[in-house]
C-alpha cells in the first residue's frame, strides 16, 4: 500500500540533494507541477533530472532550472523557443547536458525497470552521441550498447490512483509516467482523485500499484462529475469482480 501524503511538500521530501530525478512529461503535458513547486521550495538541490526536455517558459522544470538546482539533465530535445532558461544556464557552464535519443531515453527506463543492465541499439551509431560507448555488430548490422537509466526518484502525474497505488493517466500525460515509475527506486505520483480500491476496471490499469510508493491528491478543474462518472476506467456502480468461470 502506498503512503498517501496530505500535501505536495510531504510527498517530495524523498528528494534529497544529489538525487537523480526521473520528472515526468512530454513538454509541459502531464509534468508535476504541483510537485516541482513544492521541490523549489525544498532545500534539494544538485540534482539529476531526466526529462523529455529541459523546461519550458517559466513552469515546472524549467524554474527548477533557473534557481540552480538542477546539475545535470538528461533529455532528447534540449533546445526549443521558450527555454531559455536552460540556455543561460548551459552557456554559462553552470549546467551539465547528457543527450539521448528519444526512443533510447524511454529504453534506458524501461530497462532499468525490468532489471536488464544495458542492451545494443543501432540509434545513434556513428553521430557524436555513440562515441566512447561500445558498439558491436549484430547480424551485419551495426550497435551501440545503452546502459539502464534507474532513478532514486520518479515524480509523475496521473489522472487516478486507487488506495493500493494502481494508477490511470489522461490522455498524452501518460508519456514516460509508465517507465520512469518502474525504473525508479521510490515513485511519487500526484493524481486529481484517490479511489477505493477496486473502483478502477482492471484492465484499464497502466501501472500497477507494485511501482507507487507515494501517492498526494492535487485536484484540478478537468474533470466534471458527468465526465467522471462516464470515464472508461471507473467500474459502474454495484458491479462486481468477475470470476475466470464467469469470464469464460
Request: net charge negative.
Amino acid at each position: 500500500m502506498p503512503e498517501i501524503a496530505e500535501t505536495a511538500a510531504e510527498a517530495v521530501s524523498a528528494v534529497h540533494s544529489g538525487a537523480t530525478v526521473l520528472l515526468g512529461g512530454f513538454g509541459n503535458a502531464g509534468q508535476p507541477m504541483e510537485l516541482i513547486d513544492a521541490l523549489l521550495d525544498s532545500e534539494a538541490t544538485d540534482l539529476t533530472v531526466v526529462n523529455n526536455n529541459a523546461g519550458q517558459a517559466d513552469a515546472g522544470l524549467a524554474l527548477l532550472i533557473k534557481e540552480r538546482r538542477v546539475k545535470k539533465i538528461i533529455c532528447s530535445f534540449p533546445r526549443q523557443a521558450d527555454s531559455r532558461h536552460f540556455d543561460e544556464a548551459y552557456r554559462a557552464g553552470e549546467i551539465e547536458l547528457e543527450l539521448v535519443p528519444q526512443g533510447n531515453l524511454a529504453e534506458r527506463m524501461r530497462a532499468a525497470g525490468a532489471g536488464i543492465g544495458a542492451f545494443y541499439t543501432p540509434t545513434a551509431y556513428g553521430t557524436a552521441l555513440a562515441e566512447g560507448k561500445e558498439t558491436r555488430e549484430i547480424n551485419d548490422r551495426n550497435y551501440v550498447l545503452e546502459y539502464a537509466l534507474p532513478g532514486d526518484v520518479a515524480l509523475i502525474k496521473a489522472l487516478y490512483a486507487d488506495e493500493t497505488g494502481n494508477l490511470v493517466y489522461r490522455k498524452t500525460a501518460r508519456n514516460f509516467g509508465p517507465v520512469m515509475a518502474a525504473a525508479a527506486a521510490h515513485t511519487v505520483v500526484q493524481v486529481e482523485e484517490l479511489l477505493p480500491a477496486g473502483a478502477l476496471a482492471p484492465e484499464a490499469v497502466v501501472t500497477p500499484g507494485l511501482f507507487v510508493d507515494t501517492v498526494t491528491v492535487i485536484g484540478t478543474d478537468s474533470g466534471t462529475a458527468a465526465a467522471k462518472e462516464h470515464h472508461p476506467a471507473l467500474r459502474s456502480q454495484g458491479s462486481k469482480t468477475t470470476t475466470a468461470a464467469e469470464g469464460a
